[in-house]
């Protein structure tokens, strides 16, 4: 099973950015999947999770900044970020599991992507 992230990079405040995370190997359409950014010297803070039969959960916090979507026909599941801070700076991962008991707690995920960087400099 496999997860790979993209999409990531540096950008200015205000600009948007679109995180994509595809899975592999494993049946994604029987998987939630949920977006986690990790900052340094942050603790890791789940941002969206979206479920098999397309329901979404978004952090208080982030409602109405971002989007998370899923095409099941290219085993992706998107997270559309808008009007980015320099505090949205930080490593994006995603991550997959049948069931997840909590949904933005790391620890009820099997599988993960390594990330990728998102930098918004003011």
């Known amino acids: 099973a496999q997860l790979t992230e993209s999409g990531g990079g540096s950008v200015q405040a205000g600009e948007s950015l679109r995180l994509s995370c595809v899975a592999s190997?494993?049946?994604?359409?029987?998987?939630?999947i949920t977006w986690f950014r990790q900052a340094p010297g942050r603790a890791s803070e789940g941002l969206a999770t979206?479920?098999?039969?397309?329901?979404?959960y978004y952090a208080d916090s982030e409602k109405g900044r971002i989007t998370i979507s899923r095409d099941n026909t290219e085993n992706t599941v998107y997270l559309q970020m808008n009007s980015l801070k320099p505090e949205d700076t930080a490593m994006y991962l995603c991550?997959?599991?049948?069931?997840?008991?909590?949904?933005?707690?790391?620890?009820?995920?099997?599988?993960w992507g390594r990330g990728t960087q998102v930098t918004v400099s003011s």
């Open positions: 991550a997959a599991d049948p069931s997840p008991w909590e949904f933005f707690y790391p620890g009820a995920y099997k599988i």
């Open positions: 190997n494993y049946p994604y359409a029987d998987y939630s």
């Open positions: 979206i479920h098999t039969d397309g329901r979404k």
